[in-house]
């Protein structure tokens, strides 16, 4: 029998090797590899293992008056969630829709009593508020945070007398680590920086006091009352999950456990080499993060241009045990654990895939794949104006308005925690009768001769 020609594995240099090795995850980890001239092999990572954290999370010391929880084993966790959402098409749009949802018509602060009004110097001050801080860029932002990390940072910025907010900021969620808990069981600091990059010193980094999240008003006249010389306050806005701490794990980890995220992957993978090569995926090796960092550290391997060019070794590598009559009747040993669920997790699983059909199994799952990710981000493919993939289904416009309605009515809960940090703006400046608030945008029938309408809620 003869041996089919494996074509060589070739990958463009990466760049130049970042301050901070550890924290640069963009390894050329997944990719399609020639297999034979009739055939391909597809290369992806597992996705189950981004919100795992496969030892005891210990507090990082930056120097004696300064240390952090990281988020996730090396702390790169939300860089590794944010890019699985990039990498699909799917997933990015509706997490773009669910914090257009949560946005709504934007922040504004109105009259408890819509018939009493505001007095002109009440509403002149509020005015002067919103242009002195950009809230639409502010609220849009950290329903951003909301939706992708399940809570958001809002910094409240007092006058030198500490009589009044002038400011209010958003600082990104990505770039926020909390600090260990003191013997009361609170936060008292977060530290606001690059994570990317090294952080080696106290310059590095931004600290700010952290109020009690769950009596931060009181909290806030105490340490006025003591006559503290902070001006700069955090309020933490965060989603109520089962099973966090530091940093929640949000609703749509499942997506990520579960299998339908990699299958989608799989079938855009398929399909491009399909059309590029007129050459089948024939077999899918899927093959664990964790096992790419353990190769690392067994070898000793530092810089990034030696671990990329480890990782196209070890492709080859299994590419050459797959390859030939010579290697007939070989055996794959993989490490595997049973995780708490009872689930196996393997480092490496090499699938092999019917391609008998043309495009293989592939063709047939895409439309499920996609409705299983817009059910998990409770999406309506119908919220975006179109229904994706090959079967085009249709509602009818009432049905279109009901879920939007639906899907409006259930931001509730999270704009409600939002307002906490404004609820006490709102009383520490002194504006008496205001409230904050998101009206809800109603979608109109065409007997109203109109598009839509706002209805305060």
């Known amino acids: 029998m003869k041996k089919h020609p494996v074509n060589q594995i070739k990958s463009t240099p990466p760049p130049a090797p970042s301050k901070n090795i550890s924290s640069d995850i963009s390894y050329d980890f997944s990719s399609i590899e020639s297999f034979s001239p009739e055939a391909r092999v597809a290369f992806t990572v597992d996705s189950s293992t981004v919100f795992k954290e496969e030892k005891d999370v210990t507090p990082v010391i930056i120097n004696e008056n300064l240390s952090y929880m990281p988020w996730g084993d090396g702390n790169d966790m939300p860089y590794r969630i944010l890019d699985l959402i990039e990498k699909d098409e799917t997933l990015a749009t509706c997490q773009e829709v669910n914090s257009e949802l949560?946005?709504?018509?934007?922040?504004?602060?109105?009259?408890?009593?819509?018939?009493?009004?505001?007095?002109?110097?009440?509403?002149?001050?509020?005015?002067?508020?919103?242009?002195?801080?950009?809230?639409p860029s502010y609220f849009l932002g950290i329903s951003k945070d909301f939706k992708h990390f399940g809570f958001a940072v809002s910094v409240i910025i007092l006058n030198d007398s500490g009589t009044r907010v002038l400011n209010l900021v958003r600082k990104e969620a990505m770039y926020c680590r909390f600090a260990p808990k003191d013997k009361s069981g609170q936060i008292p600091y977060l530290l606001y920086a690059n994570w990317r990059n090294s952080i080696s010193s106290e310059k590095d980094v931004e600290k700010i006091e952290i109020l009690n999240p769950q009596s931060p008003w009181r909290d806030l006249k105490a340490r006025l009352e003591k006559n503290t010389k902070e001006r700069k306050f955090a309020i933490i806005s965060k989603i109520a999950t089962v099973d966090s701490t530091y940093y929640p794990i949000p609703y749509y980890g499942a997506l990520f456990r579960g299998k339908w995220y990699n299958i989608k992957q799989l079938i855009g993978i398929a399909k491009e080499s399909k059309l590029k090569n007129s050459a089948p995926i024939k077999y899918h090796i899927e093959v664990s993060q964790k096992y790419w960092d353990n190769l690392f550290n067994r070898e000793g391997i530092t810089d990034r241009v030696k671990r990329q060019a480890r990782v196209i070794k070890e492709k080859q590598q299994i590419l050459d045990f797959l390859t030939g009559a010579e290697n007939s009747g070989k055996v794959w040993f993989s490490q595997f654990y049973v995780d708490p669920t009872g689930k196996e997790q393997h480092d490496v699983v090499i699938n092999k895939i019917d391609s008998s059909k043309e495009g293989g199994d592939w063709e047939t799952d895409i439309q499920e794949a996609i409705n299983m990710i817009c059910?998990?981000?409770?999406?309506?493919?119908?919220?975006?104006?179109?229904?994706?993939?090959?079967?085009?289904?249709?509602?009818?416009?009432?049905?279109?308005?009901?879920?939007?309605?639906?899907?409006?009515?259930?931001?509730?809960?999270?704009?409600?925690?939002?307002?906490?940090?404004?609820?006490?703006?709102?009383?520490?400046?002194?504006?008496?009768?205001?409230?904050?608030?998101?009206?809800?945008?109603?979608?109109?029938?065409?007997?109203?001769?109109?598009?839509?309408?706002k209805i305060d809620l």
């Not at 009440?122 to 919103?130: A, H, P, R, T, V």
């Not at 259930?410 to 504006?431: E, S």
């Open 102 to 135: 949560c946005y709504g018509s934007g922040l504004a602060y109105v009259p408890k009593d819509p018939d009493a009004g505001l007095s002109s110097k009440l509403q002149s001050d509020i005015d002067e508020f919103f242009l002195d801080n950009d809230i």
């Open 375 to 453: 059910f998990t981000m409770r999406v309506h493919s119908n919220l975006v104006g179109s229904v994706p993939g090959k079967a085009q289904t249709n509602n009818s416009g009432s049905d279109k308005r009901e879920l939007y309605t639906i899907s409006q009515a259930l931001q509730k809960p999270y704009r409600d925690i939002l307002f906490k940090v404004h609820d006490i703006i709102i009383r520490f400046n002194g504006w008496s009768g205001v409230k904050p608030s998101v009206s809800l945008i109603q979608l109109t029938t065409l007997d109203e001769h109109k598009d839509a309408k």
